[in-house]
């Protein structure tokens, strides 16, 4: 198993342009998340995704954060336009597990937006 | 107050060292109690959970959970330079929502 998968690992973009995170879960698993990472906030939850519906957005930032999962293996996550305060580190992460007893982790994108 | 307190740390501590990390948390409806560690530039992975009060134990981790006390801890014994990581406390309440601490810096000298 390849774990969950992420694209790109790294994205550099200028203010203003619209940005898309890409994520492949882990064949099997019903639950989908994307997290952003900083040093100031920590993990923060963004979406959860149950059986490719969004269950739960209310730790989406603001209009310009939207996500998709149009089928069990793809989900993407967009920023449109980027601000340099959404520079962070996008986790998304998979899990078979009704107790959120354990997500699997992709490796991360690494957004830096100037 | 944040649901989650873990202090960041950086800790640091000889080779063979017994390490302790802790949280406290502020809602007693919290269900389920897990560790995560997380390397440099990669995601989080799932070290251990439990869902009651006293200790579980893994190889040289054991975890320990205090409801009484709002308080998880993780202990490592004979630490190894391996070990040097960023350790996440995390709590489920339900509903799928895992909260996360804010994770603690631990560095291990060989």
């Known amino acids: 198993d390849a774990g969950v998968i992420q694209s790109p690992r790294h994205e550099v973009t200028e203010m203003g342009q619209e940005v898309t995170l890409r994520c492949k879960p882990i064949?099997?698993?019903?639950?989908l998340f994307w997290y952003r990472q900083t040093m100031m906030r920590g993990l923060e939850l963004l979406i959860y995704?149950?059986?490719?519906?969004?269950?739960?957005d209310s730790g989406m930032p603001e209009d310009r954060f939207s996500a998709k999962m149009p089928n069990a293996s793809f989900s993407t996550l967009k920023i449109q336009p980027s601000e340099p305060r959404d520079s962070a580190v996008y986790f998304c992460?998979?899990?078979?597990?009704?107790?959120?007893?354990?997500?699997?982790f992709g490796s991360g994108t690494r957004l830096t937006v100037v | 107050q944040k649901e989650v307190e873990q202090d960041p740390g950086p800790l640091s501590v000889p080779e063979g060292a017994i390490v302790s990390l802790n949280c406290t948390y502020s809602n007693s409806a919290f269900q389920y109690f897990m560790w995560y560690r997380q390397y440099s530039r990669k995601g989080p992975e799932l070290l251990m959970y439990?869902?009651?009060?006293g200790n579980k134990e893994d190889g040289r981790f054991t975890a320990q959970v205090d409801k009484s006390s709002k308080y998880i801890s993780l202990f490592i014994r004979d630490s190894q330079p391996s070990d040097s990581a960023t350790y996440l406390c995390a709590l489920y309440t339900g509903g799928f929502k895992t909260i996360f601490g804010a994770g603690t810096r631990l560095f291990v000298k060989a």
């Open positions: 995704f149950n059986n490719n519906v969004p269950i739960d």
């Open positions: 439990t869902y009651s009060s």
């Open positions: 992460a998979s899990s078979n597990s009704d107790r959120g007893t354990g997500y699997t």
């Open positions: 064949s099997g698993h019903n639950s």
